[in-house]
Antibody, heavy 122, light 106 residues
């Protein structure tokens, strides 16, 4: 059974950093692109960024709203994807979801974690 | 970025009704469109990919159609468990979503 479990969320002050982790199980992690999304309270879904599998170069893409502040990385040996968030702003407050892209894809997302809440507030 | 205009924003229907949601892209996105269902307090779930393909395990009462700029998502016979918010997502770089349609039972 595919499982994605996010961790690392919490309350953080504006300007500070936070790293989220996504621990995967039930599939060959290294074969899949992984992506992060977020959802502000009561709002819709927003794509944050993704990281391709090593077979596709392991490269990353980011939404304009986080580019230069957020970094996605992966450790295939541990089946973990990371979202490093720097220079956090109050508007980054959201539930953050880790997702798996369909095999050979990086733009359609067939499994989602339960989400972890990040609150940016002084 | 490509803007996705989803309508209606909310919808109330009776069990057994046919329900239709539309999504319009601000430019041609071919069939680069997916549909997700999000139940309250839960993560989204992929229902339809590439505009018209039913994800494995998803009931056949769900369907999608369209290409270019105009897309439709249909539930052929609404069931109580279909109460959720539905989102379209385009992936003609970068990825963007429609604003969602909240579906309620009348």
């Amino acid at each position: 059974e595919v499982q994605l479990v996010e961790s690392g969320g919490g309350l953080v002050k504006p300007g500070r950093s936070l790293r989220l982790s996504c621990t995967a199980s039930g599939f060959t992690f290294g074969d899949y692109a992984m992506s992060w999304f977020r959802q502000a309270p009561g709002k819709g879904l927003e794509w944050v960024g993704f990281i391709r599998s090593k077979a596709y170069g392991g490269t990353t893409e980011y939404a304009a709203s986080v580019k230069g502040r957020f970094t996605i990385s992966r450790d295939d040996s541990k089946s973990i994807a990371y979202l490093q968030m720097n220079s956090l702003k109050t508007e980054d407050t959201a539930v953050y979801y880790c997702t798996r892209a369909r095999y050979g894809d990086y733009e359609t997302f067939d499994y989602w974690g339960q989400g972890t809440l990040v609150t940016v507030s002084s | 970025d490509i803007q996705m205009t989803q309508s209606p924003s909310s919808l109330s229907a009776s069990v057994g009704d046919r329900v239709t949601i539309t999504c319009q892209a601000s430019q041609d996105i071919s069939n680069y469109l997916n549909w997700y269902q999000q139940k309250p307090g839960k993560a989204p779930k992929l229902l339809i990919y590439d505009a018209s393909n039913l994800e494995t395990g998803v009931p056949s009462r769900f369907s999608g159609s369209g290409s270019g700029t105009d897309f439709t998502f249909t539930i052929s016979s609404l069931q109580p468990e279909d109460i959720a918010t539905y989102y379209c997502q385009q992936y003609d770089n970068p990825i963007t979503f429609g604003q969602g349609t909240r579906l309620e039972i009348k």
